[in-house]
């Protein structure tokens, strides 16, 4: 009955506008993951670092502390810009000393409040900054505690130190050696 009423040619402009507009509705666009902006994308680690192991954390403090292993305490929320372009230098940290240092990184969100922490918990460091990286000696001295951005090679100056490694112009310079897409080794250049 529509298509005695109406001209053939209408239908046959309208039919591909409604179809192209419900498959937007049943189709939506995928997700875009931006760096430059405060919304929740997921899990900063996975999205800007493509590293899901670094959530939750092998260790706790306490346990690292009692291991007496250097901390590397990494203050963050998913939902904030600083903290997604700081996650890949979070995951290179994991690369270099992952296997002798515990990396903990906290959403400050999952923070408990109270009055008053214990070097052993995680709220005694934070200073309500964020991206904020503490590292902590074996002894559990804090040794640096830095808000904002950082550089890679800050952090590594300092656990350099702590483990007594030479600078890095007096070392051997590591890179990444890719033998297959799941796993790398680290060798000196030639």
Not at 35 to 58: C, E, H, K, Q, T
Not at 73 to 88: I, R
């Amino acid at each position: 009955m529509l298509a005695s009423r109406c001209p053939s040619h209408l239908i046959s402009f309208l039919l591909p506008c409604l179809l192209l507009i419900a498959s937007f509705c049943l189709f939506p666009p995928a997700a875009v993951a931006d760096l430059n902006n405060d919304r929740f994308d997921g899990n900063i680690f996975v999205v800007y670092a493509g590293n899901g192991s670094l959530v939750p954390p092998r260790l706790t403090l306490k346990q690292s502390l009692a291991r007496q292993m250097p901390v590397i305490l990494v203050y963050y929320l998913d939902d904030n810009s600083d903290c997604k372009k700081f996650a890949p230098v979070v995951s290179r940290l994991q690369e270099f000393y992952g296997r002798v240092a515990s990396i903990i990184p906290v959403n400050v969100d999952s923070i408990t409040m109270k009055e008053e922490y214990q070097p052993d918990e995680v709220g005694y460091y934070y200073r309500g900054a964020i991206p904020q990286t503490v590292i902590l000696a074996q002894n559990g001295n804090k040794v640096f505690d830095e808000v904002g951005l950082i550089e890679f090679e800050q952090a590594d100056g300092v656990l350099r130190r702590l483990f007594g490694l030479l600078p890095p112009t007096k070392s051997t310079t590591l890179k990444r050696e890719s033998f297959n897409e799941f796993n790398s080794e680290f060798v000196g250049e030639n």
